[in-house]
Nanobody
Framework: QVQLVESGGGLVQAGGSLKLSCTSS????????MTWYRQGPGKQRDLVAT???????NYATSVKGRFVISRDNAKNTMYLQIYDLQPEDTGVYYC?????????????WGPGTQVTVSS
């Protein structure tokens, strides 16, 4: 069964950094456009970063300059390096394909990884 697994979240102070990881045993990341989403408390899930198979990146305005999306093809792992974390970065971070992975007609999301930023 297809799975996406996020990890690397945690509790950090404002100004700190985190590196999130996304793995899958079924999806070959180098062949896909991959994404990171963030869902803050009580908010909708928003796209924050995109990485194409051709290594083009795109970022939401709110995270540009602080978030870096990357991929290690040998490890089939995708990353989201977050610098200068701010309280508004708090939320659950999810990785996915673009378009969003659908299984049996339903959008699939992994468990996500929680990032909490204290001020």
């Amino acid at each position: 069964q297809v799975q996406l697994v996020e990890s690397g979240g945690g509790l950090v102070q404002a100004g700190g950094s985190l590196k999130l990881s996304c793995t899958s045993s079924e999806i070959i990341f180098s062949l896909q456009t991959m994404t990171w989403y963030r869902q803050g408390p009580g908010k909708q899930r928003d796209l924050v970063a995109t990485l194409t198979a051709g290594d083009n990146t795109n970022y939401a305005t709110s995270v540009k300059g602080r978030f870096v999306i990357s991929r290690d093809n040998a490890k089939n792992t995708m990353y989201l390096q977050i610098y200068d974390l701010q309280p508004e970065d708090t939320g659950v971070y999810y990785c996915n394909t673009q378009p969003v992975l659908r299984i049996n007609g339903v959008n699939y999301w992994g468990p996500g990884t929680q990032v909490t930023v204290s001020s």
